[in-house]
């Protein structure tokens, strides 16, 4: 069955840097594009960003955007996301998700996401932005 796993959440340091990962299985991964999303304490899913199935292009929310990088390693079946210049408004749990098909879907200005939008989910990994 389809599993993602998310890994490399935190605490950091407001200006520090993290690196998540998600380990995708159960599925043909270089053909589906990949996105990140997030949900801090009491409100909802906020889109992150979004990576086509062969790496080609990328797409960002305009709250992570020149700070965040999406990447993916086809050949070992993970996702990535490099978060540089962290604030503290980027504490929330953080998922991968499958999208559809080879496009990541896109949102303009603070999107808010459901679950239906996307194939799978992951558990989440929590990220701490604080001194």
């Known amino acids: 069955q389809v599993q993602l796993v998310e890994s490399g959440g935190g605490l950091a340091q407001p200006g520090g840097s993290l690196r998540l990962s998600c380990a995708a299985s159960g599925f043909t991964f270089s053909t589906y594009a990949m996105s990140w999303a997030r949900q801090a304490p009491g409100k909802g899913l906020e889109w992150v960003s979004g990576i086509y199935s062969d790496g080609s292009d990328t797409v960002y929310a305009d709250s992570v955007k020149g700070r965040f990088t999406i990447s993916r390693d086809n050949a070992k079946n993970t996702l990535y996301l490099q978060m540089n210049s962290l604030k503290p408004e980027d504490t929330a749990l953080y998922y991968c998700?499958?999208?559809?098909?080879?496009?990541?879907?896109?949102?303009?200005?603070?999107?808010?996401?459901?679950?239906?939008?996307?194939?799978?989910w992951g558990q989440g990994t929590q990220v701490t932005v604080s001194s």
């Open positions: 998700a499958k999208d559809h098909g080879p496009t990541p879907n896109w949102y303009s200005g603070v999107a808010v996401v459901y679950r239906y939008e996307y194939d799978y």
